[in-house]
Every structure is written in C-alpha cells, then in structure tokens.
C-alpha cells in the first residue's frame, strides 16, 4: 500500500528527512510520533504526493503519488492547519469530500456533525480550532479513503472529544477496513486503538513495528544504589533521577517475569514505562 525507501527531501540547503525507509502493506491505524520539527508532516506531505522528494521513492498503492491525480482516489489527506476557503461554511467543505472522494459516506458525516456539534451552516473562518479539527476528522472518516492521512487530528479538542474521536477511529476501521496513518503528540491516548508506530527521529524512521512489541519497552527500578548498579550493568539506562541515598533508573529493557524476578530478588520496585516516556528518552539518546 505505502512504500517509501531511501527517500530524502529538503527545503533549501536543510534536509528535513534524510534516507528514511519504511512499509506499511496492510490495513489499519498507524501512529506518527516525532518532537516537534521532526519531519512527521514533511513526511505526509510527501504520501498525499504535496511534495516531490529530492532523492528516494515515495509510493502509494504502486503509484508515484506527486502530481498523479488518479492517487486522489484512494489518499485522503487533513492537513494540521487545512486551508479550507475561508468564505465556506461547513456544508461546503462536506460538499468539497463528496466531490474529491468517490467512496463519501453523506449519512456518517452528518452523524458526526452532531457528535462533534456542528451544524451546516457554521463559517470555517469562525470555528475555533477544536472544531475545525473535529471538520477535519469528519472529512478523514467520511472520505472512506484507502489510505487516509491525519495530522494532529485531536489539536484543539477537549479530553472528552478525543476519547470519542478515537472510538470512531477505531470503529470506522472495522467496519471499513484501510490504512490509517496518524500524526500526534497523544500516543498515551492513542496507542490503545494502533497497530503499529512510526518514530520520526533524526531525520528518518528511528523505529517502525508493532505497537504492541513497542508498549512493553522501558522499566523503572528503584532502590539502592549499589543494587540498582548491579542489575543494570551492561544495560541501556535511559534516565537516573537521585531519591536521597536511592536511585530510580529508566531501563530500556522488556516489562516481563525475567525482570520482575530480577527485581524483587534485589529487593528493587519495578513499574512499567508510559509509553511517551520511552520514546522521548529513547529520542533524546540519540541526539
């Protein structure tokens, strides 16, 4: 379905993504995580064919997808900030999606409406940021794209929107199988509905798999300093933070009974790692 491989791209004399590569060949709800300027828009600019790459090959369902409009039929792309015209009122960006996407599901989006409370005849220009987000995320749906692109599509919205957005995320996957690809700052919110991770990180794909592999990465030990020493000599220690004569130490290592033995036979505290945690020490590793 997605195939980028050794793909380059740079604005002016700054390369932003630099020889990355990955593959998604199956249906179902990615994550896009990076810090800020990481490149994770760059990158979805350059599936929904926005951009050309400088080096590299970008395909989307076997097609080069810059300047190809036969790829609008199956890429639905919300961009963070998207540039709705700014005279339209929501029935008119809900007619746009019935225009561009052959598969628009009219019935769905106006259901969301209502969830999302919106009505038709609400100016774009004078909805707050939550709420173009949320028309955003209803086109994404409705679309019933093949490959629908998200980015930060949960911007704006309250914690009570962003559970419902996620539900709906979830459900329309399967009840209309296809690749989600979703860029965001919530991971903790959102890994519980993904398949799989992408971690844009010095400019390429620092770690592409399954979520669930990924989620059981990164454990707290605490206690002694000369026991905390000893288990994990040899270990990537990602964090140490000093309690007084202790110490608590992120450790990347696996959250399973190998480890939890280890722990309580050296009279440590073991607990499990969120996982925005992991990925912003395991980011700030590298760097």
Known sequence: MIRVENVTYSYGEEPILEDISFNEEEHGITAIWGRNG?????????????EKPNRGIVEIMGT???NRAEVVQYVCYMQEEHPFNNIWNVKDALRFGQYYYSNWDMDMAKRLLKIFKLHDKMKISKLSKGMKSALQFIIGISSNAEITILDEPSNGLDASMRKKMYQILRESQEEHPRLFLISTHHIEEIQPICD??????????????????????????????????????GQNVLEVSKLGSR????VDVPFNEKWKETASSHGLSIEKVKLQDYLLNKTEEVE
């Open 38 to 50: 990481a490149g994770k828009t760059t990158l979805m600019k350059l599936l929904a064919g926005h």
């Open 64 to 66: 080069a997808p810059y």
């Open 196 to 233: 799989s991770i992408v971690v844009i990180h010095d400019k390429g794909a620092f770690i592409h798999g399954s979520i669930d592999e990924m989620r059981e990465y990164g454990i707290w030990l605490a206690g002694g300093k000369d026991k905390i020493e000893e288990v994990t000599d």
């Open 247 to 250: 110490l608590k130490v992120m």
